[in-house]
């Protein structure tokens, strides 16, 4: 892991980023709308049930919510944080300059990349004080905030990659933001809607005859961010998902095979196109 | 140091580059002349390892551009007629970044980068953010960060466009420093007196061709065979002289001065014969007030030889 340490785009990029205001201005932003969340939870649920506590089944609705933020934040944010990686440098003629370096293009790219996932990282981080809360009036384990956490991680890391691997393919910033909230809209909305078709039709085509298993329905479970989401908050998604789809496999394995490929292959391919014309003879 | 052998490019139906032949050795100063399009810029941009070539082989200090790309970035100090700059970090953070990237050592970029930045003029704006230098300045950080890693060579591709005067002069300066440390440099401009004044040797480049190669006087004497010469006489004998040169032979195009007071024409002929015609007009009495041969620069070198280039 030498490279990360001595990665001087990972150096530039982190200092460009916590250097400008906007991202003093967001983390201001995330925090204080946690903050009000989650005192504005506490205080209607104490007022309103006429209690003068908070119970365990309350925190957990409250570490839910906040969860579904977190969800949302990675979600949203790291396809603007890194669709534009490559596409700006090219766009503020920063880039030729840049590949004319020693710097090989795997530690342009991951550090484009690890710039971005650290901001984010630092994001989540920074919002775990507030987080944390929850754990005062019990109902959460230790292990389902780790868990929540690694799924995060996955993720930013999965979506990070592919926003940096369409920056890299698509010239203007613009269309590559596209193209990236396009994928992410398509892996975590479309499939889920899609899994809900395929167990429809599935149903009503197997009406009175022997019922088979659905891998695609399966494989659509697996990949929707929302589906494993859930299951973390309500372990009993998984039965639901096994009794629908009859495959009897963990949909987060599936999960994290297909958003390890998608990490490797994304950064594979913006590794390979980071210098287009100088790879073979036109 | 630099040998280009047969380079060509090629977009599609369109050649950028046609079968370049140069060669230059160590410590010399080129300077690439060319019409816009004409194809500086695409051979820069294959010897900066930023552009695959459609065909034939660059070596840099004897090592193969297209084959070890990443050595030859060692070699090489590029600075784009374009390029953009990091707003937000200061100028000693933006040669530090790029001396990083070059895997120069934190405490040796620290001595560095003072030395790089004084050898600029920029040392009073170290902790100055980029975007606050002038174009000028810019200039001048951006040929600091090419030196950054001390390579063999520099190629610069207009690196004086859009500067005013000052800034021009003070750019030329530090070209002419940079020739003395023996650095071999290949520069492109369109500020030719410029050029000659600096480079040991010129390349006219047209229609993705070399057409023109050699030292600055050389180029030069490829147009002394037509001489242009001005001939100034007595009012009251213009036409006396006119009848006379039109009488001469190797004699072409005679044009009366506006001022009306001399004549211009073109003159094919030896520096003696030069002297013998002068003797004539003398002994046929026509009252030569002055005989003077104009001088070609390296501006009329390069309207003469891309004349019809569109």
Redesign the interface.
């Known amino acids: 892991m030498k490279w990360m340490g001595?990665n001087?785009?990972l150096?530039?990029e982190l200092?460009?980023r916590f250097?400008?205001f906007k991202s003093f201005n967001g983390m201001l932003f995330f925090l204080l709308a946690m903050c009000i969340f989650v005192f504005g939870y506490i205080f209607l649920t104490v007022t309103i049930s006429g209690h003068s506590y908070f119970r365990p089944s309350e925190s957990f609705v409250l570490f839910a919510f906040l969860s579904f933020i977190q969800l949302g934040l990675v979600l949203f944010t790291a396809p603007g944080l890194t669709a534009g990686a490559i596409s700006s440098e090219r766009e503020?003629?920063?880039l030729?300059?840049?590949?004319?370096?020693?710097?090989?293009s795997f530690q342009i790219i991951s550090g484009k990349l690890m710039s971005s996932v650290a901001f984010l990282l630092f994001l989540i981080i920074a919002g775990m004080p507030v987080y944390s809360l929850v754990f005062l009036f019990g109902g959460i384990s230790p292990w389902d905030f780790i868990k929540i956490f690694l799924f995060l991680f996955v993720i930013l890391l999965a979506f990070g990659s592919m926003g940096v691997m369409f920056s890299t393919l698509i010239r203007k910033t613009v269309v590559s933001m596209i193209a990236t909230y396009g994928t992410m809209l398509f892996l975590s909305v479309v499939t889920g809607f899609l899994f809900i078709i395929t167990m429809r039709m599935k149903e009503m085509s197997q009406m009175g005859t022997m019922v088979t298993p659905s891998y695609f329905g399966h494989f659509l479970a697996s990949i929707n961010p929302g589906v494993l989401f859930a299951s973390f908050l309500s372990p009993n998604v998984f039965g639901i998902v096994e009794e629908l789809t009859h495959v009897d496999f963990p949909i987060w394995i599936g999960f994290l095979i297909f958003y390890g490929f998608l990490t490797v292959v994304s950064i594979g391919i913006a590794v390979r196109k980071l210098?287009v014309?100088?790879?073979?003879?036109? | 140091m630099i040998e280009i052998k047969g380079l060509t490019k090629?977009y599609g139906s369109f050649t950028a580059l046609d079968n370049l032949h140069l060669t230059l050795n160590e410590g010399t100063v080129f300077g690439f002349v060319g019409a816009n399009g004409a194809g500086k810029s695409t051979t820069f941009?294959i010897l900066?390892?930023?552009?695959?070539?459609?065909?034939g082989e660059v070596h840099i200090n004897g090592v193969n551009v297209r084959e070890k790309?990443?050595a030859v970035?060692?070699l090489?100090g590029?600075m784009?007629d374009?390029?953009?700059?990091?707003d937000?970090?200061k100028a000693e953070?933006y040669l530090d970044?790029?001396g990083?990237?070059?895997?120069i050592p934190a405490d040796e970029r620290k001595k560095l980068i003072p030395q790089l930045l004084e050898l600029v003029n920029l040392s009073h704006k170290r902790s100055s953010y980029v975007d606050l230098l002038s174009r000028g300045m810019k200039q001048r950080l951006?040929l600091a960060?090419s030196l950054i890693?001390d390579p063999k060579v520099l190629i610069l591709d207009e690196p004086a466009s859009g500067l005013d005067p000052r800034a021009r002069v003070e750019m030329r300066d530090i070209l002419k420093t940079l020739k003395k440390m023996g650095k071999t440099i290949m520069i492109s401009s369109h500020i030719l007196p410029e050029l000659a004044e600096m480079c040991d040797e010129i390349g006219v480049i047209d229609n993705g061709k070399l057409i023109a190669h050699g030292s600055v006087a050389e180029i030069q004497m490829k147009l002394q065979g037509e001489k242009v010469i001005t001939v100034k006489v007595a009012v009251h004998a213009i036409n006396e002289a006119i009848s006379f040169f039109e009488e001469q032979p190797h004699i072409s195009s005679i044009d009366m001065l506006e001022s009306g007071d001399g004549i211009t024409f073109k003159y094919v002929g030896s520096e003696g014969e030069q002297i013998s015609l002068l003797q004539q007009a003398v002994k046929k009495d026509i009252p030569v007030v002055s005989f003077m041969e104009h001088v070609t620069n390296l501006e009329d070198v390069f309207m003469e030889i891309t004349k019809g280039a569109d």
């Open positions: 001595t001087p785009v150096f530039k200092k460009l250097r400008s503020k003629q920063t030729p300059i840049l590949l004319t370096t020693s710097q090989s210098r014309n100088t790879n073979k003879y036109r | 090629k941009l900066a390892t930023l552009l695959q070539a459609t065909s790309p990443a970035r060692k090489i590029y784009p374009f390029f953009g700059v990091y937000q970090l953070e970044f790029y990083a990237s070059y895997g951006c960060r890693h």
